[in-house]
């Protein structure tokens, strides 16, 4: 199993471009999440997908949409990045077998100028 | 909404000393808990997890916590710290909504 993948690695955006970043699991896991880690913050919860087709908002949603039209698949998508949303996000996929604990994938950097 | 705390920000140690991070979190109901590090250039792990039971639980690498329901607490612990240890350790809590929150990370540096 590849685990929880997540592309790019890192990006770097202007003021307004949008973007997608990806995120995939293999190992069937129903419940995935996206979030960001900023200094001092610790990390914060973007948006939750409980099951293809279902998604809610975490934390600190604003700025931010996702999709689940699969279970493998939660892209997350900035329609218009701002310099506050620089940071590190990390998603991350968990299930009930798997006793909830959640497996992180590697992190994907952003730079927003 | 809850909240998590992690007391310490940067936390300084020889190898050998022993570790104690503390974590609160502010839900008065069920919850799980967990502490995960994020060792330097890597993605996050999970160190260990608490879901009912024993009140102490054994984590990976020697480190363990204690549930402490009374103080809602979940301090992380090290007998003997090694070099290795150099890391960013969080605590997180889950609310039975899926909800989960993590504290703002203790930075643990081992001095050899």
């Known amino acids: 199993n590849a685990g929880v993948t997540q592309t790019p690695k890192f990006q770097v955006l202007k003021t307004g471009q949008s973007m997608t970043l990806q995120c995939a699991q293999d190992m069937n896991h129903e419940y995935m999440s996206w979030y960001r880690q900023d200094p001092g913050m610790g990390l914060r919860l973007i948006h939750y997908?409980?099951?293809?087709?279902?998604?809610d908002q975490g934390e600190v949603p604003n700025g931010y949409n996702v999709s689940r039209s699969t279970t493998e698949d939660f892209p997350l998508r900035l329609l218009s990045a701002a310099p506050s949303q620089t940071s590190v996000y990390f998603c991350a996929s968990s299930s009930i077998l798997a006793g909830e604990t959640q497996y992180f994938g590697p992190g994907t950097r952003l730079l927003v100028l | 909404a809850q909240s998590v705390s992690q007391h310490n920000h940067h936390v300084i140690l020889s190898e050998a000393a022993s570790l104690e991070l503390g974590c609160n979190y502010s839900?008065?109901?069920?919850?799980?808990l967990f502490w995960y590090v994020q060792y330097p250039g890597q993605h996050l792990q999970l160190l260990l997890k608490y879901f009912s039971g024993d009140p102490l639980v054994k984590g990976i690498k020697g480190f363990e916590a204690e549930f402490i329901k009374s103080k809602f607490s979940f301090n992380l612990r090290k007998p003997s710290v090694q070099w290795s240890d150099t890391a960013e350790y969080f605590c997180a809590v889950e609310e039975g909504n899926n909800d989960m929150r993590f504290g703002a990370g203790t930075r643990l540096t081992v001095k050899p």
């Open positions: 997908s409980v099951g293809a087709g279902i998604t």
């Open positions: 839900y008065g109901g069920t919850v799980n």
